[in-house]
């Protein structure tokens, strides 16, 4: 089958490139999806590096979410399964004409929810609203966030707006906050504006900001913990500049405030099914009534897997990009 493989870590522009590999039989207890649509996610990208928290045997196909139609069942799984369509992430090998995916990992996908919205369903969606639960905040609170025009940033806005949850929503670049607001994203400030800080505090009138996530690190953590009021959250969850998060003491005392790390992969494995259940549940209804947006920058072949990269990284995007096999 066609796939986009790299038999070394490196730049994925560079390493990726389509190959031939065997068509894999599902296991048991897994099923074999045949792929309608892939999307490539950073963590894919980190992860064709070497420098992820996963790093696969090569050669390796790309990809850990997709969209897809079951086509056969392993031993133990159930036969009715076939020919249901399916959203999964946490997988493997997804930048492939079919792969592997174990029974528990399949979220059928109702016909309100189009192949694009279901390709990106899971994986940013639902480690948005994840980190959403994992904040404690409740209707009223205030929380601000870094790199709010990222996959994660925006979902995490609209979600927040759902639940009745006020957010401050910083973009790197000035043209940001129009992109935001295009969206229906509103609260959203540029931190390339010299008073920028003194433009959140007018935003929330004040009110103490009750947690803050942190994508960037270096000195863009401790602008965070500045921000916060007593008793606030800092969460990172990641680091784009690749530097240590930089928080002065004082603000950490005085204010008594606490940190977290989220790893979404780590957070959804201790997650109760229950629970689970309910976070996807809410999201395809968001996405089914068109309160939650998930859009589609461009769609590539598995053999323009190159440039679908070079998109994927490319500046003032405004959705994801997707392989379609």
């Not at 279901?118 to 904040?135: C, D, K, N, R, V």
């Not at 929380?143 to 609209?158: D, E, F, R, S």
């Amino acid at each position: 089958m066609r796939s986009a493989v790299h038999t070394a870590f490196g730049d994925p522009a560079e390493v990726l490139h389509l190959d031939q590999t065997l068509l894999p039989e599902p296991g048991p207890g897994q099923v074999r999806v045949r792929t309608l649509l892939s999307p490539i996610h950073n963590h894919d990208l980190w992860t064709v590096r070497g420098e992820y928290g996963y790093k696969p045997d090569l050669p390796a196909v790309g990809g850990s979410e997709a969209v897809g139609i079951v086509e056969t069942v392993g031993e133990g799984a159930d036969a009715g399964l076939i020919g249901r369509r399916v959203a999964v992430a946490g997988v493997h090998g997804t930048w492939a004409e079919a792969f592997i995916a174990p029974t528990g990992a399949l979220v059928p996908v109702p016909d309100a929810i189009s192949d694009e919205a279901a390709a990106q369903l899971i994986a940013m969606p639902f480690s948005a609203i994840s980190l959403l639960e994992f904040l404690g905040v409740t209707e009223g609170d205030w929380i601000i966030q870094n790199t709010a025009n990222g996959a994660v940033g925006k979902t995490l806005a609209m979600l927040a707006g759902s639940r009745g949850v006020r957010t401050v929503n910083l973009v790197r670049r000035d043209a940001g906050v129009a992109e935001l607001a295009a969206q229906g994203i509103d609260n959203a400030v540029s931190t390339a504006k010299p008073d920028w800080k003194a433009r959140v505090r007018a935003i929330t009138g004040g009110a103490s900001i009750r947690a803050a996530v942190d994508s960037i690190g270096g000195t863009a953590s401790g602008d965070l913990a500045d921000l916060l009021g007593d008793d606030g959250l800092l969460v990172s969850f990641g680091s784009m500049k690749g530097e240590p998060m930089q928080i002065p003491s004082g603000a950490v005392i005085f204010k008594q405030l606490t940190l977290k790390g989220f790893w979404g992969s780590k957070v959804s494995s201790a997650m109760p099914s229950d629970q689970r259940r309910r976070l996807i549940g809410e999201l395809m209804t968001l996405v089914a009534k068109g309160q939650l947006a998930l859009p589609v920058e461009g769609v590539f072949g598995l053999d323009q897997v190159a440039d679908a990269v070079r998109a994927s990284l490319t500046p003032g995007k405004t959705g994801k990009v997707l392989l379609r096999p």
